[in-house]
T-cell receptor
Framework: DTAVSQTPKYLVTQMGNDKSIKCEQN?????MYWYKQDSKKFLKIMFS???????INETVPNRFSPKSPDKAHLNLHINSLELGDSAVYFC????????????FGPGTRLTVL | GQQVMQIPQYQHVQEGEDFTTYCNSS?????IQWYKQRPGGHPVFLIQ?????EVKKQKRLTFQFGEAKKNSSLHITATQTTDVGTYFC???????????FGAGTRLTVKP
C-alpha cells in the first residue's frame, strides 16, 4: 500500500503545453504539500493545503494552480509550460501539527523541451 | 520565514570514514527534522529534535540539537555505501505545518 502516490512518474512535454500532476495520500493526513526540487537538489515549498484550504502559497508563477478536491488529494496544474519548469515535483503529506514528519511521494520528473 | 543553512554542500568519504553535516539558523528553532534522500528517490524522514541539547541515536547515526536550539548536526560513524544520498535538515517556516528545508548535503561513499 503506497502511502503517498503521484502520477505520472515521468512527464516529457513541449514548451507552451498545459499539464497536470496528481497526488493522493491514504494516511488520513490533513495537510498536503507540493515541492519543487531543481537540479541542485534544493527542495522548495510551493503550496500547502490544510483540509482543502490553501495555507502556503509561495512566490510561484500563477501558471501553477493547485487544486484539492478533498483532503486526500492535491493536484497540480501547470499552464504554458516553460523550460525552467523542468524539475522533480514532490507531493507530501503530514498530520496537522508543525511537529509531525512529512511523508513524500515518489516524485514526478517533469522535462520541458 | 525562518531559513536553515546547511553545510557542507558535498562530502566525499572513503567507506569506513565518519561524516558530519551541520544545520544552522539565525533564530531559535522550536524543532528540527532530518531527512534522507537516496539517489533517484524521495526524501524520507529520519528524526525530529525538539529539546535543547537533545542527542538521539539511530544505529550509526547521531543527531544533536544545540543548547541554544539554533544549530543541529547529523554524524554518521563508519560510513557504508548504503549511506549514500542527500541529507536535509528542515526547520519551521512562518505558517502552521510549514517546514523549510536546508540546501542538503550530498554524501558519496567510495568503497
Amino acid at each position: 500500500d503506497t502511502a503517498v502516490s503521484q502520477t505520472p512518474k515521468y512527464l516529457v512535454t513541449q514548451m507552451g503545453n498545459d499539464k497536470s500532476i496528481k497526488c493522493e495520500q491514504n494516511l488520513g493526513h490533513d495537510t498536503m504539500y507540493w515541492y519543487k526540487q531543481d537540479s541542485k537538489k534544493f527542495l522548495k515549498i510551493m503550496f500547502s493545503y490544510n483540509n482543502k484550504e490553501l495555507i502556503i502559497n509561495e512566490t510561484v508563477p500563477n501558471r501553477f494552480s493547485p487544486k484539492s478536491p478533498d483532503k486526500a488529494h492535491l493536484n497540480l496544474h501547470i499552464n504554458s509550460l516553460e523550460l525552467g519548469d523542468s524539475a522533480v515535483y514532490f507531493c507530501a503529506s503530514s498530520r496537522l501539527s508543525s511537529y509531525n514528519e512529512q511523508f513524500f511521494g515518489p516524485g514526478t520528473r517533469l522535462t520541458v523541451l | 520565514g525562518q531559513q536553515v543553512m546547511q553545510i557542507p554542500q558535498y562530502q566525499h568519504v572513503q567507506e569506513g570514514e565518519d561524516f558530519t553535516t551541520y544545520c544552522n539558523s539565525s533564530t531559535t528553532l522550536s524543532n528540527i527534522q532530518w531527512y534522507k534522500q537516496r539517489p533517484g528517490g524521495h526524501p524520507v524522514f529520519l528524526i525530529q529534535l525538539v529539546k535543547s541539547g537533545e542527542v538521539k541515536k539511530q544505529k550509526r547515526l547521531t543527531f544533536q540539537f544545540g543548547e541554544a536550539k539554533k544549530n543541529s548536526s547529523l554524524h554518521i560513524t563508519a560510513t557504508q555505501t548504503t549511506d549514500v544520498g542527500t541529507y536535509f535538515c528542515a526547520g519551521p517556516g512562518p505558517h502552521n505545518n510549514d517546514m523549510r528545508f536546508g540546501a542538503g548535503t550530498r554524501l558519496t561513499v567510495k568503497p
